[in-house]
T-cell receptor, first 118, second 115 residues
Framework: AQKVTQAQTEISVVEKEDVTLDCVYE???????LFWYKQPPSGELVFLIR??????QNEISGRYSWNFQKSTSSFNFTITASQVVDSAVYFC???????????????FGTGTLLAVQP | DTGVSQNPRHKITKRGQNVTFRCDPI?????LYWYRQTLGQGPEFLTY????????KSRLLSDRFSAERPKGSFSTLEIQRTEQGDSAMYLC?????????????FGPGTRLTVT
């Protein structure tokens, strides 16, 4: 079975602080994808980043960076110099990869509510 | 380039009524997914289409739920004899079936309130 755990329910920071959102996943499969999505108050889920299980290289994209560690089954997401517009619920998700017509459905965590105060 | 669209955005209905939601995926995407999200939770998978074929249904999808995707384009999700427990946000997503482009893109959702 697959599972995603986001232990942080809510985080509050002051603008310009760095913030890291934690994500721990469980799967016995060797080929999978990990995602971060953002859900602002408007409600629409916005895709942020994707990482596959073969690539543990950590990257930086603008103010976003992520730390993928297979040894600890963690996929943490960092926002540098947070802004008020970053306030949203952030979801970590797992998709086990199967060839052919298989579902590749997303399994979401319960989300972390990030509030960035001015 | 238009994203995933869903209609209606909001639906209020009385218990026992039938409702139908529509999803229009990104035009070149052959995969379409339905999810349900309740307050304070992450989205939960309901069902999946590849082109017009419905290939998987979650156990969450009771007999009162039915989904279609005629001609592999838009999709509809119908709930018959609605119950208060059906109140939720219903999300549609679409994706390509490519190794380098596996992310799902979500629509704005349809918020259902059953009174």
């Amino acid at each position: 079975a697959q599972k995603v755990t986001q232990a942080q329910t809510e985080i509050s920071v002051v603008e310009k602080e760095d913030v890291t959102l934690d994500c721990v996943y469980e799967t016995r499969d060797t080929t999978y994808y990990l995602f971060w999505y953002k859900q602002p108050p408007s409600g629409e889920l916005v895709f942020l980043i994707r990482r596959n299980s073969f690539d543990e290289q950590n990257e930086i994209s603008g103010r976003y960076s992520w730390n993928f560690q297979k040894s600890t089954s963690s996929f943490n997401f960092t926002i540098t110099a947070s802004q008020v517009v970053d306030s949203a619920v952030y979801f970590c998700a797992l998709s086990v990869f199967y060839y052919g017509g298989a579902t590749n459905k997303l399994i979401f965590g319960t989300g972390t509510l990030l509030a960035v105060q001015p | 380039d238009t994203g995933v669209s869903q209609n209606p955005r909001h639906k209020i209905t009385k218990r026992g009524q039938n409702v139908t939601f529509r999803c229009d995926p990104i035009s070149e995407h052959n995969r379409l997914y339905w999810y349900r999200q309740t307050l304070g939770q992450g989205p939960e998978f309901l069902t999946y289409f590849q082109n017009e074929a419905q290939l998987e249904k979650s156990r969450l999808l009771s007999d009162r739920f039915s989904a279609e995707r005629p001609k592999g384009s838009f999709s509809t999700l119908e709930i018959q004899r609605t119950e208060q427990g059906d109140s939720a946000m219903y999300l549609c997503a679409s994706s390509l079936a490519r190794l380098d482009s596996y992310e799902q893109y979500f629509g704005p959702g349809t918020r259902l309130t059953v009174t």
